[in-house]
T-cell receptor, first 114, second 112 residues
Framework: KQEVTQIPAALSVPEGENLVLNCSFT??????LQWFRQDPGKGLTSLLL?????REQTSGRLNASLDKSSGRSTLYIAASQPGDSATYLC?????????????FGKGTLLTVNP | DADVTQTPRNRITKTGKRIMLECSQT?????MYWYRQDPGLGLRLIYY???????NKGEISDGYSVSRQAQAKFSLSLESAIPNQTALYFC???????????FGSGTRLTVV
């Protein structure tokens, strides 16, 4: 059974700091990994999708890396802003093949202080 | 218009009532999902459908049923609502993996 762990569970940083969120998964036979952002009581917004053949993806100040062999992904946020405050979720497929169901970590709650 | 639309956005209902949550998508994807989110438990899969004739139970399907009316529509029903079904419910759609998941904005359901 695929299990996803996100560390830390919560993180508070001053504005402008660079930060890293971590995600680990137990079954490395994945064909992609997706990072989401969730604002309180709101839906999930997809940030980055990394296919298994890729090592990283970038979007603006965000960079996500994937190391399948070690079962890890990181989300790097550069020059953090108060508007980045949200919960960040990592998700991977439950298993490989065509049975494409996601399993989620419990998220990292990020607070960026002005 | 949003790619994935959920209605209603908020609902308060009484124990024992039947309630339906609706979801429609404009992504053109075959695959649709229902998840619930609870504080401390994260997102858990209730039901999923890979096409109109293919519906499957997820990890927490007891007390729920679904209907896939068309490729674009996937409804979740609570036959007899109970208070521990109070949660945030999300509908999502995906292709086979190339473009990932797209989520709706959620339905906040409170059962009193």
């Amino acid at each position: 059974k695929q299990e996803v762990t996100q560390i830390p569970a919560a993180l508070s940083v001053p504005e402008g700091e660079n930060l890293v969120l971590n995600c680990s998964f137990t079954d490395s036979a994945i064909y992609n990994l997706q990072w989401f952002r969730q604002d309180p009581g709101k839906g999930l917004t997809s940030l980055l999708l990394i296919q298994s053949s890729q090592r990283e993806q970038t979007s603006g100040r965000l960079n996500a890396s994937l190391d399948k062999s070690s079962g890890r992904s990181t989300l790097y946020i550069a020059a953090s802003q108060p508007g980045d405050s949200a919960t960040y979720l990592c998700a991977v497929p439950v298993s490989g093949g065509s049975n494409y169901k996601l399993t989620f970590g419990k998220g990292t709650l990020l607070t960026v202080n002005p | 218009d949003a790619d994935v639309t959920q209605t209603p956005r908020n609902r308060i209902t009484k124990t024992g009532k039947r309630i339906m949550l609706e979801c429609s998508q404009t992504k053109g994807h075959d695959r649709m999902y229902w998840y619930r989110q609870d504080p401390g438990l994260g997102l858990r899969l209730i039901y999923y459908s890979f096409d109109v004739k293919d519906i499957n139970k997820g990890e927490i399907s007891d007390g729920y049923s679904v209907s896939r009316q068309a490729q674009a529509k996937f409804s979740l029903s609570l036959e007899s609502a109970i208070p521990n079904q109070t949660a945030l419910y999300f509908c999502a759609t995906s292709d086979a993996g190339r473009y990932g998941y797209t989520f709706g904005s959620g339905t906040r359901l409170t059962v009193v």
